[in-house]
């Protein structure tokens, strides 16, 4: 989320912004415009509410002195007042929050501002490639690999999609073994040689978690929900969590007694809890220092996780249906980083890098990409997308995205840190990357490993995490 203070100062920068990341000059400002109007439109109710709150106060204080000089008509001209300015403020600090959240709704959003070295650009095609590492494999006629991995019988499409649908695979065998060979290699790569802790996060969050790190309230077509029913057996046990708060007073007070409230808890509305299931594992890492204050002792702040991930693909109809590229369900390595603002550059590189180690050690041939203000995601200032070469297909496609997002996360999550000289705090920078895709990894690997015969040679990486195997075969 990006501060309404610099975007009253900046409107022009910010619709500038806009108009690169794909919006028409009209659209950027009239979201600009609508952002300054609910702001001044609250600032100039704070001030209305702060006069209010000061008449009141200094009111208050004139009964006083009336009613000791015993002035009874002034006195209860001033009590009247006072009650008119307490219905006032009351309903004045409702509205108050009303236009609180319709800022906070104009504001949520409003993507990133990319920053100047930025290539601008509509789309992919004005991408710019930085740089590229190892040379093709000279391999002919390449199958792509849901042809090898269903014929050594490690790819299941079929089976996958009678349990949950299309976009699901049931891997097998030494498959499903090379598989997870790729994800342990490079958790140990990144804990043991690139300073990351491994952790193991939850797979489902609550809605405030996928809204710190910019995934709701925009991009809601693109999660999976959970949603589970709370049984009066559940209410037994913690009615008190669930119920209204008048309710939880009553029951307190002695008013009502478990069982009824219980029963006023069931009777205001069928009670349900949503979760989400993570789209990544940049959700909950990230919001690891949501609400938080940190030390600068403590940055930076670099955490490493593999897990599942779950997108609904919305908008993807038609696109890579054959194969594991585009799934409902994969397992991708994460990298997250929180730094200071100053280290935050630096420390895009320095993932990025890590990143690229991974595919080095496989030797793999790759390109990494600047994307283009218009290719970017909705919270990064900038983004490396790093592309592995698939003979199967005869083309690269991404297999890691390293992106840095200055304060927007931050702002969102309200994660801060205390700086070792100075007063106050300052917002954390965050940044995250993929460290790589689990299975595009497995695609890769497949493909670039094949043999005529179809048997896939294991990289010498993966040996020790393959129990010494040369090759899968049939």
């Not at 007073?249 to 002695?254: D, E, K, M, V």
């Not at 789209?279 to 890492?285: I, N, S, Y």
């Amino acid at each position: 989320m990006l501060d309404i203070k610099w975007i009253r100062d900046n409107p022009d920068a910010l619709v500038t912004a806009l108009v690169a990341r794909g919006s028409s000059s009209d659209e950027a400002r009239a979201t600009v415009d609508d952002a300054v109007a609910r702001d001044e439109a609250r600032r100039a109710h704070i001030l209305k509410l702060e006069e209010a709150q000061g008449r009141r106060n200094a009111a208050s204080k004139e009964i006083g002195k009336a009613k000791a000089q015993k002035d009874e008509a002034t006195a209860q001209k001033l009590m009247a007042e006072v009650a008119e300015l307490k219905t006032f403020l009351g309903e004045a600090e409702a509205k108050g929050r009303d236009l609180d959240k319709a800022l906070e709704e104009a504001l949520a959003v409003i993507p990133n501002v990319p920053l100047d070295d930025v290539p601008v650009g509509a789309d992919e095609q004005a991408n710019v490639k930085l740089r590229d590492w190892g040379t093709k494999p000279g391999i002919n006629h390449a199958k792509e690999h849901y042809e090898l991995g269903e014929a050594l019988g490690g790819m299941d499409f079929e089976a996958a999609a009678k349990l949950s649908g299309a976009r699901f695979v049931i891997l097998k065998g030494q498959v499903a073994r090379l598989e997870r060979a790729l994800g342990q290699f490079m958790l140990d790569l990144h804990t043991t040689e690139h300073g990351y802790t491994e952790v193991q996060p939850p797979l489902l969050v609550r809605d405030e978690v996928l809204f710190g790190t910019g995934q709701l309230p925009k991009f809601l077509d693109d999660q999976f929900l959970a949603t589970r029913t709370i049984t009066r057996a559940e209410l037994l046990r913690d009615a008190l969590g669930y119920a209204a708060d008048e309710d939880k007073l009553a029951y307190r007070n002695g008013a009502l007694d478990l069982d009824a409230l219980v029963e006023r808890t069931l009777d205001r509305a069928p009670l349900k809890e949503d979760f989400w299931l993570i789209p990544t594992a940049e959700v909950p890492l990230t919001n690891l220092v949501r609400e938080s204050i940190l030390d600068e002792g403590d940055l930076p702040f670099r955490v490493t996780a593999l897990t599942p991930c779950f997108r609904s693909e919305a908008g993807s109809a038609g696109r890579d249906t054959r194969g594991m590229l585009r799934q409902h369900q994969f397992d991708k390595v994460e990298l997250v980083s929180v730094v200071t603002p100053e280290a935050s550059r630096d420390e895009h590189e320095r993932m990025l890098v890590s990143a690229e180690e991974v595919l080095k050690r496989l030797d793999l041939h790759y390109r990494v990409m600047t994307l283009s203000t218009g290719d970017m995601g909705f919270g990064a200032q900038k983004t490396y997308d790093i592309e592995v070469w698939l003979p199967g297909q005869g083309t690269y496609r991404e297999i890691s995205s390293c992106s840095v997002c200055g304060d927007f996360q931050a702002r969102r999550m309200g994660a801060r840190y205390r700086p070792k000289e100075g007063k106050g705090t300052r917002l954390v920078h965050t940044l995250n990357g993929s460290g790589v895709a689990v299975g595009r990894c497995l695609i890769a690997v497949m493909e670039n490993y094949q043999n005529p015969d179809g048997s896939i040679t294991v990289p010498e990486a993966l040996k020790p995490y393959m129990g010494g195997m040369e090759k899968i075969g049939p």
